[in-house]
């Protein structure tokens, strides 16, 4: 077990390495900071010119409760009272979020296993680590690397919110920034999972970002018809609004889809020549 551990930790910085020296995943960063850059200014300058216009005519600024205040009762009438109540820029950046960051995920990650195939380098490597060690230690440095990236963005998000509306302050950004940091890691699991699930398959890049996004439509089939109760819409929903029940299933149905993926390419993984 230590050896394992060992090998983890030092495979793991490797790759963290390795993820800032490659041309493609240096590109799809820049793009991505450059993207997020503008929608975190554009967002934060919206909420901002919107709270100004409502000041400037004596109007309060609308929050969940007042504005559904004659809405009556509707299920899911909590769960958007208490969105409303968020900064919208927040909820917003969330739901593109959602889909940028597994975009993201699929262009830098879809080689991750494929590409040392490819050049060779496994049965070396295998010479001195285990196949486990290896597996794992791929998934949890992009892992990190993700979940850092969104952490990052969030207080980014944070800290221009405050700085460009009078009306916001460090408490009123602390609840959705922390309920929104851990609400998108179980998805950030399951795309890096089906990511890494691809590329156990696929040897080349496009083959592996075929077989990326065509795995897709089963899940979608699989939370729109609900086949199984365990996953649903409801564990879209949770992402964007990490409350009660939606919360719950976001946690849990994206966890698990993300462990079978992880479970089936590790199997695939073992079985496959080097």
Not at 95 to 101: G, Q, V
Not at 118 to 131: A, P
Request: with cysteine.
């Amino acid at each position: 077990m230590n050896l394992f551990l060992s090998h983890l930790w030092i495979l793991t910085l490797d790759e963290l390495s390795q993820l800032f020296t490659r041309k493609r995943a240096l590109i799809a960063f820049v793009l991505y900071v450059v993207m997020v850059g503008f929608v975190i200014y554009g967002f934060s300058r919206i909420d901002s010119t919107m709270t100004d216009f409502l000041q400037e005519r004596g109007i309060p600024k609308l929050n969940g409760k007042n504005l559904l205040a004659h809405g009556g009762n509707f299920p899911g009438r909590e769960v958007v009272s208490q969105l409303l109540d968020w900064p919208i820029t927040f909820v917003l950046f969330q739901f593109f979020a959602a889909i940028w960051m597994s975009e993201l995920i699929a262009l830098v990650s879809c080689d991750v296993i494929s590409r040392d195939r490819e050049r060779g380098s496994l049965r070396f490597l295998f010479l001195r680590t285990s196949r486990e060690a290896y597996y794992f230690s791929k998934f949890l440095a992009h892992f990190l690397l993700y979940v850092c990236i969104h952490i990052v963005s969030l207080a980014l998000l944070s800290l221009a919110s405050i700085f460009l509306s009078d009306g916001l302050s460090f408490l009123g950004v602390l609840e959705p920034f922390l309920s929104y940091s851990w609400s998108l890691i179980p998805l950030l699991a399951l795309t890096l999972a089906l990511t890494v699930f691809a590329s156990s398959l696929s040897r080349s890049i496009v083959g592996a970002l075929l077989i990326i996004h065509l795995l897709w439509i089963p899940v979608f089939i699989l939370l729109t018809w609900e086949i199984i109760p365990l996953f649903s819409w409801k564990m879209v929903v949770g992402i964007v609004a990490p409350f009660g029940q939606f919360a719950l299933m976001n946690g849990i149905g994206n966890t698990v889809l993300a462990l079978t993926f992880f479970v089936s390419g590790f199997l695939l993984f073992r079985r496959a020549e080097v």
